[in-house]
């Protein structure tokens, strides 16, 4: 069975190789001068008015909440869609209650306008 | 050494590392969010040589793709400063972080000897999706549909505590 990963094991040896030759030779053969300019923030060419830290709005947090929310249900359907012929009737009603349930919380979400940016 | 035992140390060791570069990062927030999505990535693999390859897949989905992001959704949201992470101002935090890690680390020395089960020839399909779906979805019915309740007490709560600020 670990057979199967070794395809994961392929794209992680390229991806570091690649991550740090692109890093190594970079530092090996790029010129480093440091002048004040260099050092800014770069907007475009413009000059930064404001400081990039700013607070964000509360509405980040509800999409974030809810993605994961959701992302947590959508992890139950995985196992359930492999087995879905095997367990028949029983794992269909099975999923529909449990899908009832956060449709009801999915309405709520929507009534409560959350989903409105 | 077998391929996955190597694996196995090699990507724990990583797992260590990432979890401590994240702690002890405390000036920059963000770079501790990444060091986390190293360790999740770590322990996804460390998953994949115990044979657990549904938990590994969701390690990497759940964890290290949505959990991150709301770690950094909070980041962006409280706007720390870096004085706020200044190291006069961790002493309380950094002395109940090792109160707790020692009383964890004395805690886990006291019970894993006892709990530890003695090696067991585990079923071919251990750890797959279909051998851990059979037991959630028939052996784990009533569990499985209560956690649905769960994630609707999240989805409201979540709901509740932004929208006082929204309307």
């Known amino acids: 069975m670990l057979a199967e990963y070794t395809g994961a094991v392929v794209i992680l040896a390229v991806a570091l190789v690649l991550a740090s030759a692109l890093l190594g030779i970079h530092l090996l053969v790029g010129p480093r001068r440091s002048f004040a300019e260099k050092d800014e923030p ?67 979400v929507w009534m409560k306008g959350a989903l409105e940016w | 050494m077998s391929a996955p ?44 040589t115990l044979e657990a390859h549904l938990v590994a897949a969701l390690q990497i989905l759940v964890y290290a793709g949505a959990i991150v992001v709301v770690f950094l959704f909070v980041v962006m949201l409280l706007n720390l400063r870096r004085d706020t992470f200044a190291p006069s101002r961790q002493l309380l935090t950094k002395g109940a972080g090792v109160v707790l890690a020692l009383g964890v680390a004395g805690a886990f020395l006291q019970l894993v000897p006892q709990a530890l089960p003695t090696v067991q020839e585990i079923p071919p399909d251990f750890g ?35 929208k006082r600020r929204l309307d």
């Open chain 1, 42 to 108: 770069f907007e475009c060419g413009e000059r930064p008015i404001v400081s990039p830290h700013q607070r964000f709005s509360v509405k980040f947090y509800i999409v974030a909440m809810l993605f994961i929310l959701f992302d947590v249900e959508a992890v139950f359907m995985y196992p359930w869609g492999a087995l879905f012929t095997e367990l028949g009737w029983f794992g269909f009603v099975e999923m529909l209650t449990f899908v009832a349930v956060l449709a009801g919380g999915l309405a709520y």
């Open chain 2, 128 to 162: 797959s999706y279909a051998a851990v779906g059979r037991t959630l979805y028939r052996d784990f019915v009533l569990p499985f549909e209560v956690t649905s309740f769960l994630l609707l007490a999240a989805i409201v709560g979540a709901v509740v505590l932004a």
């Open chain 2, 5 to 48: 035992a190597v694996f196995f140390y090699l990507f724990g060791a990583a797992a260590v590392v990432s979890a401590l570069a994240m702690v002890l990062n405390v000036r920059n927030t963000v770079a501790a969010a990444m060091s986390l999505v190293v360790t999740m990535i770590s322990l996804a693999v460390v998953y994949v």
